[in-house]
């Protein structure tokens, strides 16, 4: 499933720092290589524990990890909104992704100029997520003087969208992004159809330094940012881009050692991937044989018969069933043919919805 999340900040916050280890981690010595698709896109596997176990258990030809995509958005100013610096590129570029990842520098460096000529996180949040609320506010605008002519008219579906478009733009002129606002299920699906930028969900990457990375929340920047982030109901992920952009160039022991002597489990990035991956709703699933044990994206709450999909459109309309088992049944029968026999393997149908974990082999008829 192609879903993106777009990494964004004011300069010199460590954004594209961040992104050269994004892309940097994909080398040929990386564990489970990625490739980058395009100058300003990067594919990075979703580091997953599981799939290690599956490969250990059935010891396929080889192992395929899922992937998940990041987006390098163009630097944005304020003003952005107006078309200021490269406002409109940016503006662009963020109506593409599915998730905003936005940088926010949480270190003081004399040598690194800050734009606004001191370290301040939260006004850094503040201008980038106004630039947002200014550009959706003027979509608004534009869509309320169309639509309420028709509401004039007694139109019901227009009076309908017309009370939405309104309730927005008193959100928006009040600086609170959609994201905010509360909108019932028929309601949400007028909104999702107006594409607003303010609508994709945010997760917060503080940027710090090298020596803050052991205990970040001594950091008073990260503080102010978690803070802020529980007002949007949003997740804060603390990296160093620094340290994660030498830490994209090891091979994977060395990757281990160089985190156990830092004191840390897993690397800034991997736990920036799970989250992008889990702000997004999604989930993986596992094929396993002796050719091949991978994992697939799906969306949480889709069905066998559209999980199936995912690997071939043939897989989705000849669908009879699905031959299932959670992970853990598999791990702890350590075969497939001992979890049949213990009756954890299960035949599922059309209307099976498809769990986070599931190992499943697809039966279908075309």
């Known amino acids: 499933m192609a879903l993106t999340a777009g990494i964004v900040g004011l300069p010199n916050v460590g954004k594209s720092t961040l992104f050269n280890a994004i892309t940097q981690a994909g080398a040929e010595s990386a564990n489970y290589p990625f490739c980058t698709i395009d100058p300003n896109v990067g594919i990075v596997d979703v580091p997953d524990h599981r799939l290690n176990k599956l490969t250990e258990l059935v010891k396929p030809k080889k192992t395929v990890p899922t992937h998940f995509e990041f987006t390098d958005i163009a630097g944005i100013v304020k003003g952005a909104s107006k078309g200021e610096g490269l406002g409109n590129k940016f503006l662009s570029h963020i109506r593409q992704v599915d998730a905003i990842c936005q940088v926010v520098r949480c270190f003081a460096d004399e040598n690194i100029t800050h734009v606004a000529g001191k370290v301040d996180p939260i006004a850094d949040i503040e201008t980038i997520n106004l630039e947002l609320i200014l550009a959706d506010l003027e979509s608004v605008e534009k869509r309320i003087d169309r639509v309420g002519k028709m509401a ?215």
Not at 208 to 219: A, F, K, L
Not at 301 to 313: E, R, V, Y
């Open 152 to 366: 004039k008219q007694k139109d019901k579906e227009a009076t309908f969208e017309h009370e939405i478009l309104v309730k927005l733009r008193e959100a928006f002129e009040n600086e609170q992004p959609a994201r905010t606002v509360e909108f019932t299920e028929e309601q949400m699906k007028v909104v999702k159809g107006l594409h607003l930028l303010t609508i994709k969900p945010v997760l917060y990457v503080a940027n710090v330094g090298e020596e803050d990375i052991m205990d970040p929340s001594d950091n008073p920047y990260v503080q102010q940012v978690r803070e802020f982030a529980k007002k949007d109901n949003a997740e804060v992920i603390v990296i160093c881009a620094k340290i994660e952009s030498e830490i994209a160039e090891l091979d994977a022991e060395e990757k281990k050692a160089f985190l156990e002597e830092l004191g840390i489990e897993e690397s800034g990035l991997d736990q920036l991937i799970r989250a992008a991956y889990s702000l997004l709703g999604l989930a993986t699933y596992f094929t396993a044989g002796e050719q091949e044990v991978r994992a697939w994206t799906f969306r949480t709450g889709m069905k066998a018969p559209q999980c199936a999909g995912i690997i071939h459109s043939d897989f989705e309309r000849g669908f009879i069933r699905a031959e299932t088992v959670s992970y853990e049944d598999l791990l702890a029968a350590k075969t497939m043919g001992a979890a049949r026999e213990a009756g954890k393997v299960r035949l599922e149908g059309k209307d099976y919805i498809v769990k986070d974990g599931d190992v499943i082999h697809f039966r279908f008829n075309v």
